[in-house]
T-cell receptor
Framework: KAGVTQTPRYLIKTRGQQVTLSCSPI?????VSWYQQTPGQGLQFLFE???????NKGNFPGRFSGRQFSNSRSEMNVSTLELGDSALYLC????????????FGQGTRLTVV | QKEVEQNSGPLSVPEGAIASLNCTYS??????FFWYRQYSGKSPELIMS????GDKEDGRFTAQLNKASQYVSLLIRDSQPSDSATYLC????????????FGKGTLLTVNP
């Protein structure tokens, strides 16, 4: 069974640019969550999608957005990049709601210069 | 603000010893609890899940949950150098949304 696939693995962008990251969940998983991981803040929740609907959003500015497609693949977009957006972006997929486990992709390492 | 706190590290144990990792959480409505292992430069890997009070064993790993005390722990028996990693406690809140709240992690080093 294929795992969670994130693309690209590495990105270098310039301040002010925008970026789109992609996540393909495990087959059959309909929930996709996104997290930002930095050394200082740890893993922080960005948002969660289920059946193309955003069900929950973390405390991030509106520059961070996402969407989910009918095949459960998800994308997140960050506009007007700032140096502080440099982080490991992780997506996790799960079957649905409580009492289910979430599995992470390898992550996308974003560096903003 | 719903929080998850882990015992501060780093934690260093000799090979063959028991490593004990602890976690407390603030949201009494939390329903599911997970331990992830993260090697440096890699993504988190799920190693244990626990949903009801008591102990759950899987090989060398034992997770313990006490909802009344809002406390979760992970014991690693016969620790191996390959267990050296950061261990993340994650808590899933109540409701229909899937949102995991993570602790900052505890760095474990197992010395040969």
């Amino acid at each position: 069974k294929a795992g969670v696939t994130q693309t690209p693995r590495y990105l270098i962008k310039t301040r002010g640019q925008q970026v789109t990251l992609s996540c393909s969940p495990i087959s059959g998983h309909r929930s996709v969550s996104w997290y930002q991981q930095t050394p200082g803040q740890g893993l922080q929740f960005l948002f969660e999608y289920f059946s193309e609907t955003q069900r929950n959003k973390g405390n991030f500015p509106g520059r961070f957005s996402g969407r989910q497609f009918s095949n459960s693949r998800s994308e997140m977009n960050v506009s007007t990049l700032e140096l502080g957006d440099s982080a490991l972006y992780l997506c996790a997929s799960s079957t649905s709601t409580g009492y289910t486990e979430a599995f992470f992709g390898q992550g996308t390492r974003l560096t903003v210069v | 603000q719903k929080e998850v706190e882990q015992n501060s590290g780093p934690l260093s144990v000799p090979e063959g010893a028991i490593a004990s990792l602890n976690c407390t959480y603030s949201d009494r409505g939390s329903q599911s609890f997970f331990w992830y292992r993260q090697y440096s430069g890699k993504s988190p890997e799920l190693i244990m899940s626990i949903y009801s009070n008591g102990d759950k064993e899987d090989g060398r790993f034992t997770a313990q949950l006490n909802k009344a005390s809002q406390y979760v722990s992970l014991l690693i028996r016969d620790s191996q150098p390959s267990d050296s990693a950061t261990y993340l406690c994650a808590v899933l809140g109540g409701g229909s949304n899937y949102k995991l709240t993570f602790g900052k992690g505890t760095l474990l080093t197992v010395n040969p």
